[in-house]
């Protein structure tokens, strides 16, 4: 009996201008904690993140606004890029979110600010400078060999488009 070799798909891959609109909203979220001292946004946060993580992003309402309006009228330029670092991006900030939330709980909303003020400005890097933080850890993970290169061949390769 003859092995049947597996097709490799090609990688998912996103619309950068959405991916940017997701990111100015973030900001826009986190800019509202951060003015208003209120966790409350951090629930909306934590919902769109885990969202998104999970790879679930016609359910986000942020990727739902950014597709439908927000990349034309921020007119960020269409472009392809890889999915995979923009989801472990999502993971990172669900992490970040969730932490903020246990902050406010355990009272330290200091705590909970400063976290949200580095969400805030990773989002604004994103949103306006295209540099993604949650890219580049993902990238660094795969050169110290912590994940599997072919997870993401543009973010170890010299010019690699993905981030």
Do not use: H
Request: with cysteine; proline share 3%.
């Amino acid at each position: 009996m003859k092995k049947v070799k597996a097709v490799n798909s090609p990688p998912l891959r996103l619309q950068e201008a959405v991916v940017r609109g997701i990111a100015f909203q973030v900001f826009l979220v986190a800019l509202c904690v951060l003015i208003w001292s209120s966790w409350y946004p951090i629930i909306f946060l934590i919902i769109d993140f885990f969202i998104r993580a999970i790879g679930a992003s016609k359910y986000s309402l942020t990727a739902q606004i950014s597709r439908t309006f927000l990349a034309r009228l921020l007119r960020f330029k269409k472009r392809m890029i890889l999915a995979k670092p923009k989801k472990f991006a999502a993971w990172i900030g669900l992490v970040m979110s969730v932490f903020a939330a246990a902050a406010v709980i355990s009272g330290y909303i200091s705590i909970m600010l400063i976290i949200i003020a580095v969400l805030a400005l990773f989002s604004f890097l994103e949103a306006f400078l295209k540099f993604c933080a949650g890219c580049k850890i993902f990238g660094l993970l795969i050169k110290l060999g912590l994940l599997k290169e072919e997870v993401c061949l543009d973010c170890v390769l010299p010019g690699g488009d993905g981030i």
